[in-house]
């Protein structure tokens, strides 16, 4: 059996260099994912962030169908990408389902 081989090292990595904010940037982002812009059916475009269920520690109301988000399940977040300062007031937590189904639903 031969020995396992080291993964290459980054071109970026300098030895001794501890590099705390970057690593927690890159932690963050992997667990919460990252930004994507989506055209929403009102014709404003939508800044959204898919939530992971380990990163999900809080209780929320989907907006779509107006029951409760638990802690743990998966779920996306979305604000208007108009107010890319992503205020807390904006964001809005949404079920999976039904963010992908926004456009298909008639007004209440």
């Known amino acids: 059996m031969s020995p396992r081989r080291r993964p290459p090292r980054r071109p970026d990595a300098v030895p001794g260099d501890d590099d705390q904010d970057g690593a927690a940037a890159r932690m963050a982002s992997r667990v919460l994912g990252y930004d994507r812009v989506e055209p929403g059916p009102d014709g404003r475009d939508w800044a959204v962030r898919a939530v992971p269920g380990q990163a999900a520690q809080k209780v929320y109301r989907c907006p779509g169908c107006d029951q409760e988000i638990r802690a743990g399940v998966p779920h996306?977040?979305?604000?208007?990408?108009?107010?890319?300062?992503?205020?807390?007031?904006?964001?809005?937590?949404?079920?999976?389902?039904?963010?992908?189904?926004?456009?298909r639903r008639r007004p209440r």
């Not at 996306?76 to 456009?103: E, F, I, M």
């Open 76 to 103: 996306v977040v979305a604000w208007p990408k108009a107010d890319y300062s992503r205020d807390v007031q904006d964001r809005r937590h949404w079920h999976t389902p039904c963010w992908n189904a926004r456009g």
